[in-house]
């Protein structure tokens, strides 16, 4: 049987978006820490494209953002998740950035 996911109630969140002259695509500021804070503070967090993410694990390409791991797109496993609870993939912000990456 799959396990449920668990219900995230519905809310209204206004948060800043970050400094113009600060990294480009990133979540809104509180963002993560609110998250982590509705869905029961989850022990092992994993960030995939977060090297500036604030709770958890955080998988970049860029070494620059001080990432707990720089990967390649090819040396990301499934061994890496496995004990994770909660993934929270940065997405691109823009269609110039998704073409790009």
């Known amino acids: ?3 449920r996911a668990p219900r995230i109630p ?6 800043p978006r970050p400094r113009p002259d600060a990294y480009v695509g990133s979540f809104p500021l509180h963002f993560e820490r609110r998250l982590w804070k509705v869905l029961g503070k989850p022990e092992r967090v994993l960030h995939p494209f977060g090297g500036l993410a604030e709770i958890g694990d ?3 390409l860029n070494a620059t953002t001080t990432p707990t791991w720089v990967v390649t797109p090819t040396t990301c496993t499934s061994s890496q998740t ?3 609870t909660l993934v929270l993939p940065d997405p ?3 269609d110039e950035e998704a073409e790009w990456l």
């Open 10 to 15: 519905t809310e209204t969140w206004v948060l």
């Open 92 to 94: 691109p912000y823009s």
């Open 58 to 60: 955080r998988v970049d």
């Open 1 to 3: 049987m799959t396990p």
């Open 82 to 84: 496995k004990a994770t």
